[in-house]
Each structure stands twice: as structure tokens, then as C-alpha cells.
């Protein structure tokens, strides 16, 4: 059999991970590495450092060949096959956590395998909010920022990235690093072949119209993009979608009545799902078939969750 049809079956064992369906939703794969890959990826990736990754590039990739040569080759593969497959275009990778190792050295490692991920689907791009080619941001149980990205007691609308950057986004990958005192927040998702009225949208004359796109304050991105939100097709004529109703500035009123109506029907379509990652753990969507967005949560004086975002574009 294959490696590009392993991703077709209910479960499938390769070197050191398994792959099937998650189990609310069946477009979503669910990728879990066990404990031997897990401790011959951090042995291997002891002698760097975050600080390294950061500073230098090349080690990024580095860093995901060790990991795809722990899997005979074979990670990589069904990583990009499983995203570039509109099918599906999106997995959660789960692995076991050590327990001998101190908090901060668990981050570090989590740090370093999402950056694997992350290099052997594509390439992650500059986050000019942190700096970094990853951003790391808090959630806590009060909040005064200019997006709802950290804002916990409301839910933060379906979406995609990359409205307000000029580089191209195709993938985002999202890892919950650490939490505390936490119920609610659970992803949420919506292949956009699963929206109920998407045609409606896809064919309305201000569907391939341009609109202004610009970012808040910190996201330390000052320059507007133009684009549509239906900006191209795929392959086979289907739509790819690139959307946020925070940072649209409509021109007139027949634009912002387009972009109103868009999100009341994204957000009452039945057909999205929840899904509740581990600590360490992450979720990868191609971003222009899949919206995304996070549930809210209840209320605690001491919530707390640590996250990190990894957006870039596929390099093949």
C-alpha cells in the first residue's frame, strides 16, 4: 500500500504515528505520534534552542527532516497530502507528553514540534504581532486588546488568516501550549463545502469585488491589502475564501451589507464542529478551505491559556 492512501483508511500505523478520522468530523484527520518518536525527537533536537529556530532560519527545516527521517520519510508526506486534499485539509496532531522534564523545557519541546510540522507542510511566515515566525499570546479572564483574539467571554467569529498580510496564507497552525482554570474555548471549525448557503455568498455580484483590509494597532501590520473574498478558484473551479469581519473597512453600504449578511449566515450554519485540544497539541487547516474561530469561555479569576499560531504558505 501506498503512503498517500494510507491517509484513506480508518487507522493506519506507520513509524512512530498513527493517522485516522477525528472523530466529530470526518473531513478532519487526527495524527498522533507515540511516546518512542517522542523522546527520539527530543534527544535529537536537544542541542537547539527556540532562541536558535529563531534566529537561524535553515534550522527550522532542519529540525523537520530529523523528525520525517524518525518516521522512515513518512510524515511529511501525509501531512501535505492530507492538507492539499480539499476533502479534507486539515489534521490535529497529538502526542504524549513527558513527565520527567520541567514546564518550561515541555514548551521548548512543543515549541519545536509544531515548527517541525509546520516546515514539512510549507514554510512559516514572519508574525510581525510577536516578532517571530510563530506568535505566542495569552488568554486570560480579563482583557483590554483591540481584537477579540484574546478576548475570553465571547465567541470569536468564524474566519480566515491572512486578510491584512501580503504574503500568501495557506496554512495556519494552532497549538494550545499550557492552560489553567479552564472550561470552554473549544476550536471551532467550518469547511466552507460544508456551508449551507455558501453559493448564495460565492455567487452575489460583490463576491469578486475588492474590499480594504487593515489590522489593529497590534498586530504591527500598518499597510492595507485589497482583495475579494472569493479571491480564486482551485483546480476544479471551486472557491477559495479569504475573510474576517473584524478587520473588513467597507466602502460603501452595499459592501457592508454583504459582509453583515456573510457572517450572520457563517455563524448560524449547523455545520460547523468543536474541537478540544490537549495541552501540546495542534490543529493545521488550509486556510482558504477551512474557517476557523474559538468558542468562548466561562468565566474564572485565574484562567489562564498560553497558545501559538504558525501561519505560512505551501513551498511546492
Not at 507528553?97 to 515549541?111: A, F, G, K, V
Not at 515566525?133 to 484574546?150: C, E, G, P, T
Not at 478576548?151 to 495557506?170: C, I, K
Request: hydrophobic share 35%; aromatic share 10%; with cysteine.
Amino acid at each position: 500500500m501506498s503512503v498517500l492512501s494510507t491517509v484513506h483508511k480508518r487507522i493506519n500505523y506507520c513509524n512512530g504515528f498513527t493517522v485516522g478520522p477525528y472523530e466529530q468530523q470526518q473531513r478532519l484527520k487526527r495524527v498522533s505520534l507515540d511516546a518512542q518518536l517522542m523522546l527520539a525527537f527530543s534527544r535529537a533536537t536537544q542541542q537547539w534552542s527556540v532562541q536558535a529556530l529563531e534566529y537561524k532560519p535553515f534550522l527550522r527545516f532542519m529540525i523537520a527532516d530529523y523528525l520525517n527521517g524518525l518516521t522512515a520519510n513518512n510524515l511529511g508526506t501525509i501531512l501535505k497530502k492530507i492538507l492539499k486534499d480539499r476533502a479534507s485539509g486539515a489534521f490535529v496532531v497529538t502526542y504524549p507528553r513527558e513527565t520527567d522534564i520541567s514546564p518550561m523545557q515541555q514548551t521548548e519541546l512543543s515549541i519545536k514540534l509544531s515548527t517541525a510540522v509546520a516546515h514539512l507542510v510549507g514554510k512559516a511566515d514572519h508574525d510581525a504581532m510577536y516578532g517571530h515566525y510563530y506568535a505566542r499570546f495569552s488568554v486570560k479572564n480579563s482583557d483590554n486588546s483591540d481584537s477579540y483574539l484574546r478576548q475570553a467571554h465571547r465567541r470569536m467569529e468564524l474566519h480566515n488568516d491572512g486578510t491584512y498580510v501580503s504574503e500568501r496564507t495557506d496554512f495556519v497552525l494552532m497549538q494550545k501550549l499550557q492552560e489553567q482554570n479552564m472550561c470552554g474555548g473549544e476550536s471551532l471549525l467550518l469547511h466552507i463545502d460544508d456551508w449551507g448557503e455558501r453559493d448564495k455568498f460565492y455567487q452575489h455580484p460583490m463576491a469578486k469585488q475588492d474590499i480594504i483590509w487593515r489590522a489593529p494597532k497590534s498586530k504591527n501590520v500598518g499597510k492595507k491589502q485589497r482583495h475579494p473574498v472569493f479571491f480564486e478558484e482551485d483546480r476544479q473551479g471551486r472557491p477559495h475564501m479569504l475573510y474576517i469581519d473584524q478587520f473588513a473597512e467597507p466602502e460603501n453600504l452595499q459592501q457592508a451589507r454583504y459582509l453583515y449578511e456573510m457572517g450572520e449566515s457563517l455563524e448560524t450554519d449547523p455545520n460547523y464542529v468543536k474541537v478540544t485540544l490537549q495541552e501540546g497539541a495542534m490543529l493545521v487547516v488550509q486556510n482558504h478551505c477551512w474557517l476557523h474561530g474559538r468558542d468562548k469561555f466561562q468565566a474564572h479569576p485565574q484562567l489562564h491559556r498560553e497558545l501559538l499560531r504558525q501561519r505560512g504558505h505551501f513551498t511546492d
